[in-house]
């Protein structure tokens, strides 16, 4: 039978209140739901209570660990800077844990060799895209100073950043990822926008102060 699946979101500020037994649940406290907006429970009134938590990071064992376990609870958490839940680890039962373990430990050396294989891959895959990159901010903003498309394209696209190159968009190579890019990079070598902050202004006043600039920038290198 295939293990049942179900999020759990660590609440942020919101006054939530559990369906089933009608008490508060205070911020940064599970809540189980089917997404952010639905009625959910508390965790103690969830099925999961005295389920062990699997944190993220090790593909196979949360992988195995799921297959053996009879449900699976994701563990989501408000990440305030890039305002979204991200995934930070699942519960399961312990005795999946365990089988897990032991399945991970006996094909460990197998499992490195091919880990290595795919590494080498990603990383021809990301210069390959970078370079990509690259040359459509090149043919966009043909008249940007020398090579600083390189610089621009590994800055956006830099692993596990977060910034445009990373997004689904980006890897398209879609014009408005581009922009933001090249923006992002203006804005941070080409201005006063670093040296601003810790004078009494918000980041919106510095921004509002340096759009001109930045357009100006913009243009030229078009």
Known sequence: MATISQN???????????????????????????????KG??????PFEGYVMLPSGDAAMTRRSK???TLCGVVLAWNQRRKRYERRGQLVEE?????????????QANRDV????????????DREYIIAFANAIRFRYSNCPKDREYEIAKHACQKYSGRVGRTADAKKIDTKMIDLAVEAHIRHAETTYDHQFGKGKLKKEIRADIRSDIDYILNTWR
């Open 8 to 38: 759990i979101f660590l609440t942020k500020k919101e006054k939530l209140k559990c369906f089933s037994c009608g008490k508060s649940i205070a911020p940064g406290k599970s809540f189980v739901a089917k997404s952010e907006n639905h």
């Open 41 to 46: 429970t508390c965790f103690n009134c969830s």
């Open 67 to 69: 297959k053996y376990s």
């Open 95 to 107: 005795e999946a844990i365990k089988k897990a373990r032991l399945e991970c430990i006996a094909d």
């Open 114 to 125: 091919k880990n290595k294989k795919a590494a080498i891959v990603r990383d021809k895959k």
